[in-house]
């Protein structure tokens, strides 16, 4: 197969697999998204689960976040890891969205990726999950993949964001990146993959990580 016949087949793969692609992060609106994939970094989506219920419980808008202190913040997000920076930029962007926003999420990239704590990356989720913009939002397993298929180096996100926007539709780009990771997480993780198990890779993949299966 060449290149576009392999992009080809892990379209049709991946819409086999998995026709819905539920947001894994529980949310109810654009604010409470934004805050859990805040939380999600260098944390799983299981545990952010675990955790935004009882944040939100106290507080679901940027209203009622700013009335807690950062160290109430910090003490139940805890478990999702690094909650000294993430308490105080949740806080800090909820004060900005009150004071610049009349306390709604911006629908726009720019001013997404302004706010504390929201990278690249948290600011594309948003976009394309709650506001239906085209996105492509590339976390470690969208990133791992793409290098194994040969559809990008590896060198770095941003150059993965880049050739995935490059070698799929433009249609396709706000599903298709949670196909990419739920494949990922199922069939094809970083450690202890087998390779009865990803099809993908065996059939397109790069030789040199094909040869790690043999």
Same mark, same amino acid.
């Given at each position: ?13 991946? /819409? !086999?697999?998995?026709?819905? %692609? *539920? @947001?894994?992060?529980?949310?109810? =609106? ?15 989506? /299981? !545990?952010?689960?675990?955790? %935004? *219920? @009882?944040?939100?419980?106290?507080? =679901? ?16 997000? !805890?478990?999702?890891?690094?909650? *000294? ?130």
């Amino acid at each position: 197969m060449n290149k576009s016949e392999k992009v080809q087949f892990v379209i049709n793969e991946l /819409e !086999r697999l998995y026709p819905e %692609t *539920p @947001i894994p992060l529980d949310h109810k =609106d654009p604010y409470t998204l934004l805050i859990a994939v805040l939380l999600s970094a260098q944390c799983t989506d /299981e !545990r952010v689960n675990k955790i %935004t *219920p @009882i944040l939100f419980k106290k507080a =679901d808008n940027p209203f009622h976040m700013v009335n807690l202190k950062v160290e109430e913040i910090k003490a139940i997000i !805890r478990p999702c890891g690094l909650s *000294p920076r993430k308490s105080k930029a949740i806080h800090e962007l909820s004060s900005i969205l009150i004071n610049k926003y009349d306390g709604k999420v911006p629908n726009n990239m720019d001013l997404l990726e302004e706010l504390p704590g929201v990278g690249h990356k948290t600011a594309s989720v948003v976009m394309s999950q709650v506001f239906g913009q085209p996105a492509f939002p590339v976390d470690t397993h969208i990133h791992r993949l793409m290098y194994r298929w040969g559809f990008s180096n590896g060198k770095n996100v941003v150059q993965t964001e880049k050739d995935a926007k490059r070698l799929f539709p433009k249609d396709l780009w706000n599903k298709l990146h949670l196909q990419i990771i739920f494949y990922g997480r199922e069939y094809s993780p970083a450690r202890g993959f087998k390779k009865e198990k990803d099809f993908l890779t065996i059939k397109i993949g790069r030789k040199s990580i094909i040869n790690q299966y043999i």
